[in-house]
């Protein structure tokens, strides 16, 4: 019998290389065809926070891991984002999506930034007009055939703002998940309620919650956001006392993360 298990083991090992070795392939760069949609984003690096864009085409590829290609850089009077195609990857994850990118464009000061974008040899405008409270795209001259925004204008949270995402082990633990949010509005905590919108660092639907992670979005159980000015520290000891019964993930604007089963 272990002869046997041994041979069929073998097989289908050799079977899976086969497949792995027939699906790879030297990178290959494509044109870009059709529309690319830009989603205005938020993160943050060493504490600062700092603008970003996420793309994706229109069109659809047979692997995940399709990613646009570009080439962003900066001057004293504008940013400029060169589309240059869309790269295939040399190990396909096979399953039908856009091919994607996550372009960092750094801090952007309260004020007016000029963006240029260069996509199939058509060249676009836009002004980003940053305060403290949103940033709204304006298009000084684009092509709709080329180039699109989601949304035109990203609500900003402010520095005091912290959210997360809370569930249970195990089903019967989920009645006792009021008992942590009330411990958390006890300690300081505000609720807050936000409208359906862009928030930079998630986007809150009529359906769902969007955490946004780079190239990488997941709707969570039982989102929440909230207001906090006693430091993030003091929200990672509450979360400890609940980790024997519940996964808590908690972030705040300045990059700080929690996982309180890691």
């Known amino acids: 019998m272990n002869r046997m298990f041994l041979v069929i083991f073998a097989s289908f090992s ?3 290389a086969a497949s792995l070795v027939a699906c790879q392939k030297d990178d290959e760069m494509h044109d870009l065809s ?12 060493n504490g600062d926070r700092q603008m970003a864009l996420y793309a994706e085409t229109r069109e659809e590829y047979p692997c995940l891991n399709f990613f646009i290609e570009y080439a962003y850089t900066k001057d004293s009077d504008s940013r400029h984002i060169h589309f240059e195609g869309v790269r295939a990857p040399r190990i396909c994850l096979t399953a039908i999506g856009p091919a994607k990118a996550f372009i960092g464009l750094g801090k952007m000061e309260e004020g007016e930034h000029e963006l240029q974008f260069l996509i199939n040899e058509d060249f676009s405008i836009s002004k980003f007009l940053v305060s403290e409270e949103e940033v709204e795209v304006k298009m000084i001259s684009a092509s709709p055939e080329f180039l699109e925004f989601r949304e035109k204008v990203m609500y900003r949270l402010g520095d005091n703002h912290a959210w997360g995402y809370i569930h249970a082990k195990s089903s019967d633990q989920e009645k006792e998940i009021e008992a942590f949010m009330d411990e958390l509005w006890a300690m300081g905590a505000i609720e807050e309620n936000l409208d359906p919108a862009n928030y930079g ?9 969007h955490f946004f992670d780079h190239l990488q979005e997941y709707q969570p159980q039982n989102p929440f956001v909230f207001l906090f000015e006693d430091g993030f520290e003091s929200l990672t000891t509450l979360a400890d006392n609940y980790s024997d019964h519940f996964v808590i993930v908690l972030y705040d604007t300045q990059g700080n993360y929690y996982h309180n089963q890691r």
């Open 34 to 45: 059709g529309t690319v949609v830009l989603e205005l984003r938020e993160h943050a690096e």
């Open 201 to 209: 660092f998630f986007r809150i639907t009529e359906e769902a919650w």
């Open 14 to 16: 050799f079977l899976a």
